[in-house]
Structure formats: structure tokens, C-alpha cells
């Protein structure tokens, strides 16, 4: 399913809002899921979630691609023995009373249509192993820049092949503090419930949270290496990026104009679709008339530039106060691709920056390597300094180096420095 497909199945569920009570189920209680799949031509995953009654933790994640609760060997399969002997031996809970045990509960539901149904384990014990079938990664940015990428690309470069991970198991504290703040984590015990001043968990928080928060980081894996062969950036590269600018929590939170795992900004619109015309010829027409899409997006009017971007806002901000986790995951896998292609974006300008200083294509003057740190820079700081030490350094300098243009940015050079060492490592 390409990008496309799923900005136009969420631009039509942005005209038609239904909102639909979360199911929740003990062992062998009678429930009705026909309702969610009543065209029969498309295929349906239903994930459910266990969850421990006292805590609300949740214990493991169950996809299934048929009506119904998840069969015991489905259970077992995902959670383990332990936890589906545990699950078929809770008895009915009496919500007057204090409720022991699990339960299952339908998170959601996702189209999978034009797609072989796949059951694609979410456990927290199972690390995302997905295999790419027969596709090739074709780098974008390296063909913009005609740049040759090194045979031996640095980690943080590179993209899974079959059976690939970019599993990671490390402690993000502003994670751990969302994920206790919306009570999917339960840190009563701890002193503060789990969080600091400033909505982060702390230590006691971070051990309540942990394995969830080693769950949550993970999950956007296939997602991102899609993204990854659909447009043409490195899959490391992005879910690096996504741990600097969220720590994987995609909601809003300290910044409110930030919107997803790669926190995209109405400028970060803008430059989108500037930059990367072949989303803007896609992309346009779903929201605006065809005579209107001729124009390039500078020429639009100002009212239909602000309906293009507040249409890219729509789809990617994944608040959700009526979510069960306070988040929409579809519109955060669904920002992903937007992420990439801003990505993109920003490669053809500095791609027109590096040429329009040198007279030379970027691969002439710089490193494949450099050139997507200077990128990185460009995503964080903008144009303006960046285009600024790039003139500046190839005056002194003949050549284009990253570290002789971070030593050359004018405000926050420390800051830009670190925000891109952070996610070349």
C-alpha cells in the first residue's frame, strides 16, 4: 500500500468522523466484531491488547486477520504460555469489586487492503525481524546529489536488508513520562507517580515503564523500513531522527506546533512542498482542484497553501484524547512517509544551496556522508544558517566539510552540532 493510498483513505475519514466504543473482553465472553468488516473485498487486522485488570499495563499485543477474540493458540503464541494459561483462567471481573488477572481488548482495527493478510507479531517479547520482499532500496538523496554512497555506509546509514532490525532497547525518559502521563504505564508507587517537574519519568518511573517503553520504541519498525524502500531514505537515519525529535512519543506536548515522530512544523510543510515537487504533483490534487495543482505551490494562493497544510496537519497530528493510549497510531505510521519525503525535501535544498554557491553538483565538493549531515542541519535549523555557513566555508575552505560548516554556523552552532551527532551515531 503506497503513501498515497493511505492519505486518501484518511482524507476520507477526516470528511466522515465515527466514533466507535473500545471492546474489551475476558475469557470466553460473547462479543460482535461484524460490523468492522462489512465489505468483504477488504482484508481486516484486528489487534487486540492484554492487559492486567489492577495495573492497566499492557501485557502483550495480539494481531489476528479474523473476526472474533484471538484464538488460545493465537494468545499463546504472541504472549507466551504463562500469560495465555493466565488469560483463559480469569475469571468474569465484577466492576464493583477489585478485578484480578487479564483481559483482552480490541485496540484496532487496520485496513490491509491490496495486501496478502499478514500476522505480524507486536509482543513485547518479539523483536520486529521484517523482511523485505524482493525490493530493492534506491537512494533518493544519493541520485539528487550524485553523490556515490561508500560501499561500507556507517550504521547509521543504513537500511535493514530481509530479515533486518532496527530494534533499539534504550531508556527514553520523555517517553516513559508520556506513557505514564496517559496511564499506560502505571507508576502509583513511585514518589511523584512515577514523574519529574517537567513530565519526565524518573528513576522509579523508568523501571515501571521500561519494558513497555522498550515495546513502544520498536513498534513503528516496519512502518519506518517501509517508508524507507517507498521513498528512498535510510531507515536507521529516520528512526534515529524519530528518537531525537520525540523519543518515539508523537503527540504534542511541550511543543504544540510539532506534529508526529519527526515533530513537523508548518515551515517543515512549506519546505516540503516546495522542495520535493513530486509529493507536491501527488499530494495536491487530493485536496485542491487539478487547475489549481498546475501552479507550483509558491504560486498557490495563500488560502490554498493553508488548506495543502493544514491537510498534511490533519494527517500526521496524532492526539487523540478518546484513544485508549491518547494516540492515533494510524496517523503516526501514516507520518512517517511524510517525514521521509520531507526528508527528500530538504536533500534538493541543499542540493540547490551546495550549487548555486559552487557552481558544482554536490558530489563534487562533498562527501556522501557530509552531505546528509548537512541535511540533518538544514531539517533542524533551516536554510537561512545553513546556507550561510555553507558560503562561508567553501570561501575559506574550497571544499565542503561538516565539521568546518557546524564550526561556521552563526547562532546555536553547539546545539546543531549535537542535534546531528545525536542521529549519525
Known sequence: MTWVYRITQNLLVLLIIVLASPLTVSAGAEHNTSDINENPTINIRYVWWMLNWKSNQIVCSVPIIHEGLPTFEEIKKHCGNESANEWLYTPPCNQSKSCNGVYMHLARTESLTNQSPTDISESTANIFAYQQQNRKFIDSCALIWQAQPPPGRPPWL????????????????????????????????????????????????????????????????????????????????????????????????YYPNEYGLGQITNNGVDVLFIWNTKFYNEFCPLILSKDSCSSSYIQLSRQDRDMLRGAVIAQINADCPDCLTGIDMDRTKLGIPFTANLLVANCHQVAEMVTYITDYTPGAVASYQDLWLITLAN??????????????TWQKTGTLNWSEIASRIPYGAKEVHQYVEDIAQ
Open 379 to 392: 531539517y533542524h535549523a533551516g536554510s537561512g544558517y545553513i546556507s550561510n555557513a555553507l558560503y562561508k
Open 158 to 253: 543504513m537500511t535493514p536488508d530481509i530479515g533486518g532490525s532496527l530494534a533499539t532497547y534504550n531508556d527514553y525518559y520523555y517517553l516513559a513520562g508520556r506513557l505514564i502521563a496517559n496511564n499506560i504505564v502505571k507508576a502509583d508507587h513511585c514518589r511523584a507517580g512515577g514523574l519529574d517537574g517537567m513530565g519526565y519519568a524518573n528513576e522509579c518511573g523508568m523501571d515501571a515503564a521500561r519494558p513497555f517503553n522498550h515495546y513502544w520504541q520498536n513498534q513503528f519498525d516496519p512502518n519506518i523500513i517501509d517508508a524507507a524502500y517507498e521513498v528512498g531514505v535510510p531507515a536507521q537515519l529516520m528512526k534515529n531522527l524519530f528518537a531525537r525529535e520525540s523519543q518515539f512519543w508523537p503527540g504534542t506536548f
